[in-house]
T-cell receptor, first 112, second 114 residues
Framework: EDQVTQSPEALRLQEGESSSLNCSYT??????LFWYRQDPGKGPEFLFT???AGEEKEKERLKATLTKKESFLHITAPKPEDSATYLC?????????????FGSGTQLTVLP | DTGVSQNPRHKITKRGQNVTFRCDPI?????LYWYRQTLGQGPEFLTY????????KSRLLSDRFSAERPKGSFSTLEIQRTEQGDSAMYLC????????????FGPGTRLLVL
């Protein structure tokens, strides 16, 4: 069964304290790994897509990396406005569905 | 702003009532997905449409749930005889359908069944 596990469930950082969020996956036929940011009461906001092991993407203070078994979202010198829940999701090649399978998310709090 | 809109944003109903939600994707989104999200969990797939055709339904989608996408534009999700366990955020997402392209989510409809 395809599984996506995110850790930690919650993370509190001081402003400027860099850290990483983990997303490990057990799927067959990975067609893409996606990172989303979700603020309370809102829909997920797309951040990155990674397609193959070794690939990296960057956006402002965020950098996503991918291996054959996991992905990391590195946050460099975070600010309070980076506080949100970060979700990762995998897209598998199974029939025609192409739906995303999500992890439970990491709730990040950045303290000023 | 993804351009995907959902209405209503919030809905409170009593157990046993029927509710209907609407999703309006952008015109380029020929694929439209519905997900359900409960507190502390990631979104879970419910169903999706390729243009007006409903191509797959999750086991989560009981026979009390029905979805339509007439003319391949907006979509509606109806829940009949609501139960307290239906309380959740209902999200729709659109994509052009190119393999590997991201899905772009709307703001969601928060349902509370009393």
């Amino acid at each position: 069964e395809d599984q996506v596990t995110q850790s930690p469930e919650a993370l509190r950082l001081q402003e400027g304290e860099s850290s990483s969020l983990n997303c490990s996956y057990t799927v067959s036929g990975l067609r893409g790994l996606f990172w989303y940011r979700q603020d309370p009461g809102k829909g997920p906001e797309f951040l990155f897509t990674l397609y193959s092991a070794g690939e990296e993407k960057e956006k402002e203070r965020l950098k996503a990396t991918l291996t054959k078994k996991e992905s990391f979202l590195h946050i460099t010198a975070p600010k309070p406005e980076d506080s949100a829940t970060y979700l990762c999701a995998v897209l598998i090649s199974s029939g025609s569905a192409r739906q995303l399978t999500f992890g439970s998310g990491t709730q990040l709090t950045v303290l000023p | 702003d993804t351009g995907v809109s959902q209405n209503p944003r919030h809905k409170i109903t009593k157990r046993g009532q029927n509710v209907t939600f609407r999703c309006d994707p952008i015109s380029e989104h020929n694929r439209l997905y519905w997900y359900r999200q409960t507190l502390g969990q990631g979104p879970e797939f419910l169903t999706y449409f390729q243009n007006e055709a409903q191509l797959e339904k999750s086991r989560l989608l009981s026979d009390r749930f029905s979805a339509e996408r007439p003319k391949g534009s907006f979509s509606t999700l109806e829940i009949q005889r609501t139960e307290q366990g239906d309380s959740a955020m209902y999200l729709c997402a659109g994509t052009s359908g190119v393999m590997g392209e991201a899905q772009y989510f709307g703001p969601g409809t928060r349902l509370l069944v009393l």
